[in-house]
């Protein structure tokens, strides 16, 4: 399984019958932590459906592209060579695994992922990863979108400045600079264009799970997920 984007592969047909957990939240709520954690304990698939919008919005960067293009992000997003191997995502055969969690990455993601057809043509890449024995998809609009008959939909939040801090703590450990108010910023602009944009916007729905990662551990989080999505399957 791949750490980073997981181990759907490229192109197949979504079967129906196969389990969804989806996972959705703001930037740095732990959803792909979380998600990867469940997905490892029940043996099964994971997609970090955000590692696609951010080679999107990188292939467009690279390609000179304007982040208010819309049809020329939209073509490259339909053709865009992702490849997932060995838990490295491909782009045109170089890894980008890195290249990707850049800061200015992450903001070029957040507007490109405003676009409906750059959605639209990332939508069936995404539902390939829906294989036996099941998925654990993180992102904004899993449930709501990409897996609506999820068996199971979890909005994972907390507060800005409690993920703020998180993300500080992780670049400091790689040993990348970090400014912690820059980053709250930056954060909550991304939050806030990717819960008001017209198109699958970031927001809990009626049938979601809401945890508070704030008030919860990692561990007490995916516990809560896997006791759940048990309940989900007994009924
Ligand atoms: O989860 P992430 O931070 O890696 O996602 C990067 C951006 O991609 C995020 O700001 C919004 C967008 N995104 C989206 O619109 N829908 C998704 N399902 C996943 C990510």
Redesign the pocket.
């Known amino acids: 399984m791949s750490a980073a984007i997981g181990t759907g592969p490229s192109s197949a047909s979504p079967a129906r019958s196969v389990p969804v957990i989806a996972i959705?939240g703001p930037?740095?709520s732990g959803?792909?932590t979380v998600a990867e954690r469940v997905a490892r304990r029940l043996g099964f698939h994971y997609l970090?459906?955000?590692?696609?919008?951010?080679a999107a919005?990188l292939a467009a960067q690279q390609a000179g592209v304007a982040s208010d293009d819309v049809a020329g992000l939209t073509a490259i997003a339909t053709a865009l060579p992702l490849v997932c191997s060995g838990g490295r995502i491909l782009l045109g055969g170089t890894d980008v695994s890195e290249a990707?969690?850049s800061e200015p990455i992450?903001?070029a993601?957040?507007a490109?992922?405003?676009f409906g057809p750059v959605?639209a043509a990332l939508l069936e890449r995404?539902r390939a990863f829906r294989q036996p024995p099941g998925l654990v998809?993180?992102?904004?609009?899993?449930g709501s979108?990409?897996f609506p008959d999820a068996l199971l939909r979890v909005f994972l939040t907390a507060s800005a400045r409690v993920r703020a801090t998180r993300r500080h703590k992780q670049l400091m450990e790689k040993g990348l600079p970090a400014n912690l108010d820059l980053i709250l910023q930056d954060l909550v602009t991304?939050?806030d264009?990717?819960s008001r944009?017209a198109v699958?916007p970031?927001q809990a729905g009626a049938p979601d799970t809401v945890l508070d990662s704030d008030a919860m551990t990692i561990d007490e989080v995916v516990d809560e997920v896997l006791e759940r999505y048990r309940r989900a399957v007994a009924i």
Do not use: H
């Not at 998809?137 to 899993?142: C, E, H, L």
């Open positions: 959705d930037s740095a959803k792909g970090d459906s955000g590692a696609i919008y951010r919005a990707i969690r992450s903001a993601a957040s490109v992922a405003a959605r995404q998809a993180d992102g904004r609009d899993m979108v990409v991304r939050d264009r990717d944009r699958a970031l």
